[in-house]
Structures are given as structure tokens and as C-alpha cells.
């Protein structure tokens, strides 16, 4: 079946440093990819997504190419603040699914000053 | 204005109980979801419901019902509360359920209910 699998967190940066968060999934077909975030005590937002390979998301200085040959979808940002600090969710979605997202497991960044 | 909404945002009740989370959507999308968050933050779809038609259902404790009076509303009833059922509970909406190569389709989360089981 479906799955994603996410690098383990947490992740600790200092501010203004280089983020990569790995993202590598399993899916028959052609899914669409996403990344949500979740700040503390809050729901979850989309990030960004993709919807076939080789197109780019990014948002808030976030980045994540979709690349069907590593069938992975890592997200990037050049340089991180405090303010990104939250719990990032990796999530595909495959054909005739009936829009059923499945999640990697979290990573959780902390950023400090 | 809020686009998902559920109420209530804390829940603390005791085992046993039955309990009752709402959720409205007002983005005029076709779908809607439950989906449980447990404590290690693992997300996981419950059902989905497509214009008050149930889709997905993963294989849930039947003590859990939803509800779906129309388009905009998927409500989640749970009958007696066990200690595991204590989790975060995300509604979302979408369009439609097509969200596979292609789609212009996004998921909608609402602000989840914090559901603790004493």
C-alpha cells in the first residue's frame, strides 16, 4: 500500500540556518504531495504541494520538488527563523483514493536564537 | 471567517461517556473528513463523507458514528469513552475526493478537538 516515511525528529537549528527536512514515499500510480505544518497547540496548515513530478511547491521561503525517479519530496528553506518552529507532516494522496491523505510520521523542528 | 470549524476545541470527559464533536465547512466543498491525531502526533484518516454519502471508512470501533445532515456538516458521535480514544480530532474539507496527479484539489483542515478520556 501508500506510504510515507519521514526523517526522525527533532530536528534543532539556529536561526538563519539551512533546513532540510527528507521526505521519500511508496505509491502505485501518480499521487499528489503535500507538506503541512502544525505550530504548537494549532491545527494543521498546508505548506505547500505538488501534483506531478517535477513540479516545485514553496511558500514562506519553503521548497519541495516532487522527483519520481527518488520518489521523494524533501523540503528545504535557505534560512530558518524561531517563528518556524512547529511540527512538519509529509502526506501523499493517490489516485481514486476519494481524497484520503496518508501522513509520515511528523518531524519536529525547533529553532532557537 | 473560519472556512473548517469544530466545536469544541477541549473536551474532557469521563469513560464511558458519549460525546459529540461538530464541524462545519463554509467553503461549499463536497467532501469532508475526520481525522484522529494520536499522542505521538500520528495522523491517520477515520472516514470521509462525499455530499452526505459515507466513502472512507478505516475500520473505526463502531462507537464511533458520524453524522452528516447536509453538504457543510459531518458531526462525530462517540459512544463510550474509552482512555484511548483520548486524541487531537482534525475535520477537513475538499472539494472533491480527487486529489491524486494533477488535481487542483487541497484539503482543508479545521483547528481540532482536544478529546481527553479520564
Known amino acids: 500500500g501508500n506510504s510515507v516515511t519521514q526523517m526522525e525528529g527533532p530536528v534543532t537549528l539556529s536561526e538563519e540556518a539551512f533546513l532540510t527536512i527528507n521526505c521519500t514515499y511508496t505509491?502505485?500510480?501518480?499521487?499528489?504531495l503535500f507538506w503541512y505544518v502544525q505550530y504548537p497547540g494549532e491545527g494543521l496548515q498546508l505548506l505547500l504541494k505538488?501534483?506531478?513530478?517535477?513540479d516545485k511547491g514553496s511558500n514562506k521561503g519553503f521548497e519541495a520538488t516532487y522527483r519520481k525517479e527518488t520518489t521523494s519530496f524533501h523540503l528545504e528553506k535557505g534560512s530558518v527563523q524561531v517563528s518556524d518552529s512547529a511540527v512538519y507532516f509529509c502526506?501523499?494522496?493517490?489516485?481514486?483514493?476519494?481524497?484520503?491523505?496518508?501522513f509520515g510520521q511528523g518531524t519536529e523542528l525547533s529553532v532557537k536564537p | 471567517d473560519t472556512a473548517v470549524s469544530q466545536t469544541p476545541k477541549y473536551l474532557v470527559t469521563q469513560m464511558g461517556n458519549d460525546k459529540s464533536i461538530k464541524c462545519e465547512q463554509n467553503?461549499?466543498?463536497?467532501?469532508m473528513y475526520w481525522y484522529k491525531q494520536d499522542s505521538k502526533k500520528f495522523l491517520k484518516i477515520m472516514f470521509s463523507?462525499?455530499?452526505?454519502?459515507?466513502?472512507i471508512n478505516e475500520t473505526v470501533p463502531n462507537r464511533f458514528s458520524p453524522k452528516s445532515p447536509d453538504k457543510a456538516h459531518l458531526n462525530l458521535h462517540i459512544n463510550s469513552l474509552e482512555l484511548g480514544d483520548s486524541a487531537v480530532y482534525f475535520c477537513?474539507?475538499?472539494?472533491?475526493?480527487?486529489?491524486?496527479?494533477?488535481?487542483?484539489?487541497?484539503?482543508?483542515f479545521g483547528e481540532g478537538s482536544w478529546l481527553t478520556v479520564v
Open positions: 477537513a474539507s475538499s472539494q472533491d475526493g480527487s486529489l491524486g496527479q494533477g488535481s487542483r484539489n487541497t484539503i482543508y
Open positions: 505509491a502505485t500510480g501518480y499521487p499528489s
Open positions: 505538488a501534483t506531478k513530478a517535477d
Open positions: 502526506a501523499l494522496s493517490g489516485d481514486n483514493q476519494g481524497g484520503k491523505l496518508i
Open positions: 467553503l461549499g466543498h463536497d467532501t
Open positions: 463523507y462525499n455530499n452526505k454519502e459515507l466513502i
